[in-house]
């Protein structure tokens, strides 16, 4: 069954570095997601991005927060200088259409030292 | 404001019985419902969805249940087994195409 990838599993960083989260979403999805869950709380949403353009993001999704997708089968999510409370699980998703099922990644463990 | 959420952060159930797992909105214009199972380590995974127009949807072992009078919904897994072991989410998408999720009700089954 189609799935999406998140790579890496895992990753940490030095506070006030940049970070770069990929994902490669089900390949005939047409609307891309990221959400991002903290330990322990409600899995939140960032972003949405549909036809090569954000079409919906949250407050938390601010000025430091961009999302791509560079070629046909990528979806970064970049933080450009990380915080400490960046520290969380990011989620990738992806749907095929409008109110339809998203189907997540397994996430990539963000840790901000 | 709006919300989804989950009446129970936990619920222990003995292996082989059913389980019924309880979630409230608060938005009336809602109209569309995802059930999401979340187990340690991994991503939300897709169980079964459900538009407004019904009140009940049937899957494999799954079933969900949509009382749009009191805006509640509810799945319930028949024959519980070890496997379903996880953190079930109902999410809503909430002004447009963004998910709200709910708090999440744990799932324990017993052996």
């Known amino acids: 069954e189609p799935e999406v990838t998140q790579t890496p599993s895992h990753q940490v960083t030095q506070m006030g570095q940049e970070v770069i989260l990929r994902c490669v979403p089900i390949s005939n999805h047409l609307y891309f997601y990221w959400y991002r869950q903290i330990l322990g709380q409600k899995v939140e949403f960032l972003v949405s991005f549909y036809n090569n353009e954000i079409s919906e993001k949250s407050e938390i999704f601010d000025d430091q927060f961009s999302v791509e997708r560079p070629d046909g089968s990528n979806f970064t999510l970049k933080i450009r200088s990380t915080k400490l409370e960046d520290s969380a699980m990011y989620f990738c998703?992806?749907?095929?259409?409008?109110?339809?099922?998203?189907?997540f990644g397994d996430g990539t463990r963000l840790s901000i030292l | 404001g709006e919300s989804v959420g989950l009446h129970l952060p936990t619920l222990s159930v003995q292996e082989g019985d059913n389980s019924i797992i309880n979630c409230a909105y608060s938005?009336?214009?809602?109209?569309?419902f995802i059930w999401y199972k979340q187990e340690s380590g991994k991503g939300p995974q897709f169980i079964i969805d459900?538009?407004?127009?019904?009140d009940k949807r049937q899957g494999q072992r799954v079933t969900v249940l949509l009382n749009k009078t009191v805006k509640h919904l509810s799945l319930q897994i028949a024959a519980t087994q070890p496997g379903d072991s996880a953190v079930y989410f109902c999410?809503?998408?909430?002004?447009?195409?963004?998910?709200?999720f709910g708090t999440g009700t744990r799932l324990t089954i017993i052996p």
């Open positions: 938005n009336s214009a809602s109209d569309y």
């Open positions: 999410a809503s998408p909430r002004g447009g195409e963004k998910l709200t």
């Open positions: 459900i538009r407004s127009n019904m």
């Open positions: 998703a992806s749907s095929a259409g409008w109110q339809q099922p998203q189907h």
